[in-house]
């Protein structure tokens, strides 16, 4: 299955993509977005285009695992995303997602003044990368 994987932020959405076969997500790019209807249309549109069945968004839940107001924000976003698309949407723990892509960055030499440019990406990409461990996990 096709699947969407979202880093959603107020000012840039990281967008990762997984093969049919459900064994490699990869990135594909960042929207710069002013509003979450313009995230949601960034997020319809690559849906559409690609023909995505099923929508990953990373959930931002707080050290101990509660969810806070930006998890609240996220989760708005999921339902109207859902909505609109009439995709199912699912949310993946992000915690530390962005700090994760920003050591793989500076493993392969990335400058810190460039990072911003690929870590929303590459965070989605891990957001989806873990989804698909755990379900592949839970399936065993």
Do not use: N
Not at 63 to 68: I, K
Not at 73 to 81: N, Y
Not at 105 to 126: C, F, H, N, P, R
């Amino acid at each position: 299955m096709k699947m969407l994987g979202i880093d959603y932020g107020d000012r840039h959405v990281g967008f990762a993509e997984c093969d049919s076969g459900e064994i490699l997500a990869y990135p594909l790019g960042t929207a710069h977005v002013r509003s979450m209807r313009e995230a949601v249309s960034a997020a319809d549109d690559i849906a559409k285009r690609d023909g995505i069945e099923k929508i990953v968004i990373g959930l931002p839940l707080m050290p101990d695992g509660s969810e806070g107001e930006r998890a609240g924000k996220t989760r708005a976003f999921g339902r109207v995303l859902a909505r609109v698309t009439g995709l199912p949407v699912e949310y993946s723990d992000e915690r530390l997602t962005t700090l994760q892509a920003e050591e793989y960055l500076a493993e392969g030499g990335v400058k810190k003044k460039d990072m911003k440019k690929y870590t929303d990406k590459l965070s989605a990409q891990i957001i989806l990368s873990d989804y698909l461990d755990a379900a592949k996990a839970r399936r065993k």
